[in-house]
């Protein structure tokens, strides 16, 4: 075996097999370029060198005696962590290469130069631990990355620098915790053809989501310039989230979230010393998505199929050519955190009296922690940090984990769910919430706060110490029953926590959450808005809707990628998602509504539900709601979802309304589409025969139906004790409705606590042969022993 071959590997002939001779990164890259580029995946070419010339390098310069010597005076506390790191890089650097090493190097990167048709070719030089990319150990960042090295000289010193970033303070201090033998790890070191991505764009991406461990899902960051931003947390990257299920159909377009980050600054070449430099972004990239929806999907399904040749969930980096506008996976490793998480159990947490909302940003953890702030600006002030505080800073790099691992929570102005930050947060198990924008001017040492990341995608700083309740949920083992238990969502942003709860789809999605939380604008202010009075909502409309080709396109994108998001979550179970049903004075406080809306005495039983739906006063706007459900199933392909009209008080506008659908691309049939109807008013109970004819299924809204039966206003405090949803005429109605909708062979369900507020009225329920109950998801778990148990006893009474 010559000296060049046990030195340098090429990347194609590498494969997962080859973890101890080249490290997980390396191996992984020679993964797939051997097995996923026939697939259709591009890898960018290269090679590596290998644990043996590491331990050549090793014995020409005799370091290991001396490695040794160092770090045994470290281990006895002769030495502190940084003197020790800084000693063995520094015999690193000063060693000289083997003739026979620094020839291979050479001769192999200029084979690869030739390859690329060029005298010298830009590359980047990536370190690979042999321990590296273990399933248990990600080693995120340990080691050093050097970007746009041109040259035999440079790549000859980049080599050696990176040698010596296997000591790293960071590096030495993880493999200690780790419980590696620091004698025992080599480094390999891949040298991969530059994309010229400081051109166009790159990031990071998931296999699944990394909040949730919900794996449905791939989630992609994405920033202008080379991707050292992105993983760094130095940049507020978007992000794009897409339904894995649905890659396979060429037809759909399955991305389920648009986010755009802020981007203000890309990292691009640089002459001279310093290869890269960060330079700010364009007002125009700024506005802009770094990747169209075509490259977002192609992504995606490379992901998907990255994950299935590897069997796990994978951590995935890309780039994308300026030049060619061709795209590149650059890097691919498993995901550590939630491919060790138990699928059966998971906690749940309830904050009471909190203070006011002082910071927000995206949310790392799924947990709450409080406790006072440590603010640190600069990586020299590391050793002022607080034990147990809740750390607070710019950004974070791999010289921040020891005081990481120190702190309760952890709070960054920058970066995005795939940056450093976000990843070593999660390995350790504290909550965080990253690109939170100015917390380092809001937030001061000292602070009494709470930091929750238990309310969804974002993630919230309370002034004041909380108080913090929390429940383990075990779904495993949950009874069956014939009666389906649903859940009652409406906020797109925490769908995805409850994916490990084995409900039979989602009973009740509200749409006037996506509408008044992630819209926020009145839809016919959306389609009048030239003719707008009101020139403050005309200067935010003209904000929120900045990049879509038309104000209307603003609703049915935001809509239909928020309601997505809840159907995904339980597809292909159903999700029934009910038309808007805000009252007059609610669509009022939409910005842009009061040209819009009638004052009303009394909007509860008024100009609401269906009534608006054929009306002029509404009807474009209901129009643009079609339209997001239309694409929702047909481009997007989620057709497990069932439309549900609310508060339809006549047959006749019943057919109203159907016909307004069928207008707009909604017909019922159609692709399977489903429609069902509210039951909260007693004509949709004297008329049930009637409304089963024109409706697939009922879902009785308890509230309002006993408030209508019995005359309550439900909002009184005087009347409090007449409003009981278990009063003999509620119950006979309720009875009356589902011996009719069976009759007729229509679906009928119940949305509302009181099933699990009064396990008596779950048995009444049973009795009378429900299909199905929707309750919240944290009542979920009781709702459904309650059902098997009223299930059991009902079997009881029959025998």
Same mark, same amino acid.
């Given at each position: 075996?010559?000296?060049?071959?046990?030195?340098?590997?090429?990347f %194609?002939?590498?494969g997962?097999q080859?973890?101890?001779?080249?490290?997980?990164?390396?191996?992984?890259?020679?993964?797939?370029?051997r097995?996923l580029?026939?697939?259709?995946?591009?890898?960018?070419?290269?090679f &590596?060198t290998?644990?043996?010339?590491?331990?050549?390098?090793?014995?020409?310069n005799d370091l290991?005696t001396?490695?040794?010597?160092?770090l045994?005076?470290?281990?006895?506390?002769?030495?502190t962590?940084? %003197?020790?790191g800084?000693?063995?890089?520094?015999?690193?650097?000063?060693g000289? +290469?083997p003739?026979?090493m620094s020839?291979a190097?050479?001769e192999?990167?200029?084979?690869?130069?030739?390859? *690329?048709?060029v005298? %010298?070719?830009?590359v980047?030089?990536r370190?690979s $631990?042999t321990?590296e990319?273990?399933?248990?150990?990600?080693?995120?960042?340990?080691q050093?990355?050097f970007?746009?090295i041109?040259?035999?000289? @440079?790549?000859?010193?980049?080599c050696?620098? #990176?040698?010596?970033?296997l000591?790293t303070d960071?590096?030495?201090?993880y493999?200690k915790?780790?419980?590696?033998?620091?004698?025992?790890v080599a480094l390999s070191?891949?040298?991969?053809?530059?994309?010229?991505?400081?051109?166009g764009?790159?990031?990071?991406? =998931?296999?699944?989501?990394?909040?949730?461990?919900?794996d449905?899902?791939?989630?992609i960051?994405?920033?202008?310039?080379?991707?050292e931003?992105?993983?760094?947390?130095?940049?507020?990257?978007?992000?794009?989230q897409? =339904?894995?299920?649905l890659l396979?159909k060429?037809?759909?377009?399955p991305?389920?979230?648009?986010k755009?980050?802020?981007?203000?600054?890309?990292?691009i070449?640089?002459?001279?010393?310093?290869?890269t430099?960060?330079v700010p972004?364009s007002?125009?990239e700024r506005?802009?998505?770094?990747?169209?929806?075509?490259?977002?999907?192609?992504?995606?399904? +490379?992901a998907?199929t990255?994950?299935?040749?590897y069997?796990c969930?994978?951590?995935?980096e890309?780039?994308?050519?300026?030049?060619?506008g061709?795209?590149?996976?650059?890097q691919a490793?498993?995901?550590t955190?939630?491919?060790?998480?138990?699928a059966?159990?998971f906690?749940?947490?309830?904050?009471?009296?909190?203070?006011?909302?002082?910071?927000?940003?995206?949310s790392i953890g799924d947990?709450?922690a409080?406790g006072?702030?440590c603010?640190?600006e600069? &990586?020299?002030?590391?050793?002022s940090?607080?034990?147990?505080?809740?750390?607070?800073?710019?950004?974070? /790099?791999?010289?921040?984990?020891?005081?990481?691992?120190?702190? @309760?929570?952890i709070?960054?102005d920058?970066?995005?769910?795939?940056?450093? *930050?976000?990843?070593?947060?999660?390995?350790?198990?504290?909550?965080?919430?990253?690109?939170a924008?100015?917390?380092?001017?809001?937030?001061?040492s000292?602070q009494?706060?709470?930091?929750?990341?238990?309310?969804?995608?974002?993630?919230f !700083?309370?002034d004041?110490? *909380?108080?913090v309740?929390?429940?383990?949920?075990?779904?495993?083992?949950?009874p069956?029953?014939?009666?389906?238990v649903?859940?009652?969502?409406?906020?797109p942003?925490?769908?995805?926590?409850?994916?490990?709860?084995?409900?039979?789809?989602?009973?009740?999605a509200r749409?006037?959450?996506?509408?008044?939380?992630?819209i926020?604008?009145?839809?016919?202010a959306?389609?009048?808005f030239e003719?707008?009075?009101d020139d403050?909502?005309?200067?935010?409309?003209?904000?929120?809707?900045?990049?879509?080709a038309?104000?209307?396109?603003?609703?049915?994108?935001?809509?239909?990628?928020?309601l997505?998001?809840?159907?995904?979550a339980?597809?292909?179970?159903? $999700?029934?998602?009910?038309?808007?049903d805000?009252k007059?004075?609610?669509?009022?406080?939409?910005?842009?509504?009061?040209? =819009? %809306?009638? *004052?009303?005495?009394?909007?509860m039983?008024?100009?609401?539900?269906?009534?608006?739906?054929?009306?002029p006063r509404?009807r474009?706007g209901f129009?643009?709601? #079609?339209?997001?459900?239309?694409?929702?199933?047909?481009?997007?392909?989620?057709?497990?979802?069932?439309?549900?009209?609310?508060?339809?008080?006549s047959?006749?506008?019943?057919?109203?309304?159907?016909?307004?659908?069928?207008?707009?691309?909604l017909?019922?049939?159609?692709?399977?589409?489903?429609?069902?109807?509210?039951c909260?008013?007693?004509?949709? !109970?004297?008329?049930?025969?009637?409304?089963?004819?024109?409706?697939?299924?009922?879902?009785?809204g308890?509230?309002?139906l006993t408030?209508?039966?019995?005359?309550?206003?439900r909002?009184?405090?005087?009347?409090?004790?007449?409003? /009981?949803?278990?009063?003999?005429?509620?119950?006979?109605?309720?009875?009356?409705?589902?011996?009719?909708?069976?009759?007729?062979?229509?679906?009928?369900?119940l #949305?509302?606590?009181?099933?699990?507020?009064?396990?008596?009225f779950?048995?009444?329920?049973?009795?009378c042969?429900i299909?199905s109950m929707?309750v919240?998801?944290?009542?979920?778990i009781?709702?459904?022993?309650?059902? &098997?148990?009223?299930?059991?006893?009902?079997?009881?009474k029959q025998?």
């Amino acid at each position: 075996m010559t000296a060049a071959s046990q030195s340098i590997a090429w990347f %194609e002939t590498l494969g997962r097999q080859d973890v101890a001779k080249v490290g997980g990164k390396n191996a992984s890259l020679g993964e797939m370029v051997r097995t996923l580029e026939p697939k259709g995946i591009h890898v960018p070419p290269g090679f &590596a060198t290998t644990a043996d010339a590491y331990w050549r390098y090793v014995e020409a310069n005799d370091l290991k005696t001396r490695m040794t010597d160092l770090l045994a005076e470290w281990d006895a506390g002769k030495a502190t962590l940084a %003197e020790t790191g800084k000693a063995i890089r520094a015999i690193f650097l000063k060693g000289d +290469w083997p003739a026979e090493m620094s020839t291979a190097i050479r001769e192999a990167y200029r084979e690869l130069s030739r390859r *690329a048709g060029v005298a %010298e070719v830009e590359v980047a030089v990536r370190s690979s $631990a042999t321990a590296e990319d273990l399933p248990d150990a990600s080693f995120a960042g340990q080691q050093e990355t050097f970007l746009n090295i041109k040259g035999d000289a @440079a790549l000859i010193d980049a080599c050696r620098r #990176c040698y010596a970033s296997l000591f790293t303070d960071r590096a030495i201090s993880y493999r200690k915790t780790k419980g590696f033998d620091h004698m025992k790890v080599a480094l390999s070191i891949g040298v991969q053809q530059m994309v010229r991505s400081d051109l166009g764009g790159s990031g990071v991406m =998931f296999s699944i989501d990394t909040e949730t461990g919900f794996d449905k899902v791939v989630l992609i960051n994405a920033a202008w310039g080379l991707g050292e931003n992105v993983v760094q947390g130095t940049v507020d990257p978007d992000e794009y989230q897409v =339904f894995k299920p649905l890659l396979d159909k060429p037809s759909l377009v399955p991305i389920i979230e648009k986010k755009r980050g802020a981007k203000e600054i890309k990292m691009i070449y640089a002459t001279g010393e310093t290869p890269t430099r960060n330079v700010p972004t364009s007002k125009v990239e700024r506005a802009a998505y770094v990747l169209s929806d075509p490259e977002i999907v192609t992504l995606a399904q +490379w992901a998907a199929t990255i994950e299935a040749h590897y069997g796990c969930p994978m951590d995935m980096e890309w780039a994308r050519d300026g030049r060619t506008g061709a795209m590149y996976i650059v890097q691919a490793r498993p995901e550590t955190v939630q491919a060790r998480r138990g699928a059966g159990a998971f906690k749940t947490y309830a904050i009471h009296n909190k203070g006011k909302m002082l910071v927000k940003g995206l949310s790392i953890g799924d947990a709450v922690a409080t406790g006072q702030v440590c603010l640190i600006e600069s &990586a020299r002030d590391i050793g002022s940090f607080v034990d147990g505080s809740i750390l607070v800073t710019q950004t974070t /790099d791999p010289d921040w984990v020891p005081i990481m691992k120190r702190a @309760a929570a952890i709070v960054t102005d920058h970066g995005g769910r795939t940056s450093h *930050a976000a990843i070593v947060s999660r390995e350790l198990g504290l909550p965080a919430i990253v690109g939170a924008g100015h917390a380092t001017e809001i937030l001061h040492s000292g602070q009494d706060v709470t930091i929750s990341c238990a309310e969804g995608d974002e993630g919230f !700083v309370y002034d004041g110490i *909380a108080d913090v309740t929390v429940e383990e949920l075990d779904v495993s083992n949950l009874p069956a029953t014939e009666t389906q238990v649903m859940l009652n969502l409406a906020n797109p942003g925490s769908a995805f926590r409850w994916w490990r709860l084995p409900a039979d789809g989602i009973g009740l999605a509200r749409m006037e959450f996506v509408v008044s939380n992630a819209i926020r604008v009145h839809p016919m202010a959306l389609v009048h808005f030239e003719t707008l009075r009101d020139d403050k909502a005309k200067e935010n409309i003209a904000a929120l809707t900045a990049g879509y080709a038309s104000k209307p396109d603003y609703f049915v994108d935001k809509l239909s990628l928020g309601l997505g998001r809840l159907a995904a979550a339980v597809y292909p179970k159903p $999700a029934i998602v009910r038309m808007s049903d805000f009252k007059t004075n609610e669509y009022a406080g939409l910005i842009g509504g009061a040209e =819009f %809306e009638p *004052a009303e005495e009394n909007p509860m039983i008024g100009f609401r539900g269906a009534s608006r739906y054929y009306s002029p006063r509404y009807r474009e706007g209901f129009a643009l709601e #079609c339209q997001a459900i239309k694409r929702l199933r047909d481009e997007m392909g989620f057709t497990n979802v069932v439309v549900m009209i609310p508060f339809c008080r006549s047959v006749g506008e019943a057919d109203k309304v159907l016909a307004v659908m069928a207008e707009n691309g909604l017909t019922r049939g159609d692709n399977g589409l489903q429609v069902y109807v509210m039951c909260e008013i007693p004509s949709n !109970v004297i008329l049930a025969a009637k409304f089963a004819n024109r409706f697939d299924g009922f879902s009785i809204g308890s509230n309002d139906l006993t408030q209508l039966t019995l005359g309550v206003d439900r909002d009184s405090g005087e009347l409090a004790d007449l409003f /009981d949803e278990q009063d003999e005429a509620v119950k006979w109605m309720i009875e009356k409705v589902i011996i009719e909708a069976r009759k007729a062979g229509a679906k009928i369900g119940l #949305c509302g606590q009181a099933p699990s507020d009064h396990p008596e009225f779950a048995e009444f329920l049973v009795q009378c042969g429900i299909n199905s109950m929707s309750v919240s998801p944290d009542s979920f778990i009781a709702v459904k022993q309650i059902v &098997a148990e009223a299930e059991k006893a009902d079997r009881r009474k029959q025998a």
